[in-house]
């Protein structure tokens, strides 16, 4: 079992800059690949960033291309998504997630699930 708490989150400004972190209770920590996520009010959770165990791999969406960049340090069992350039569309609860199987753009591919951080981008 892997627990994951997100942190990072809150109040910015249109043209704003964020960090999430996402901590995870786990020593394999390098076994798993990361992905973020976000759902926003009335839409369903998408795909924003992934990771790879190694960091080899990485996966953006459409929408957070040249804007949002995903980083993990398996020393510290964390990862990170750096948000910049934040638009109100961005706006969402962003949760991180974990998965042990494979590399996975799907929300269906992840197993463990942190509880969410609030992201609110004002415009």
């Known amino acids: 079992q892997v627990q994951l708490v997100e942190s990072g989150g809150g109040l910015v400004q249109t043209g704003g800059s964020l960090r999430l972190s996402c901590a995870a209770s786990t020593r394999t920590f390098s076994r798993y690949d990361m992905g973020w996520f976000r759902q926003a009010p009335g839409k369903e959770r998408e795909l924003v960033a992934a990771?790879?165990?190694?960091?080899?791999?990485?996966y953006y969406a459409d929408s957070v291309k040249g804007r949002f960049t995903i980083s993990r340090d398996n020393a510290e069992n964390t990862v990170y998504l750096q948000m910049s350039s934040l638009k109100p569309e961005d706006t969402a609860v962003y949760y991180c997630?974990?998965?042990?199987?494979?590399?996975?753009?799907?929300?269906?591919?992840?197993?463990?699930w942190g509880q969410g951080t609030q992201v609110t981008v004002s415009s």
């Open positions: 997630a974990a998965t042990a199987r494979s590399f996975s753009n799907s929300e269906t591919g992840y197993d463990y």
């Open positions: 990771i790879s165990r190694l960091a080899v791999r990485t």
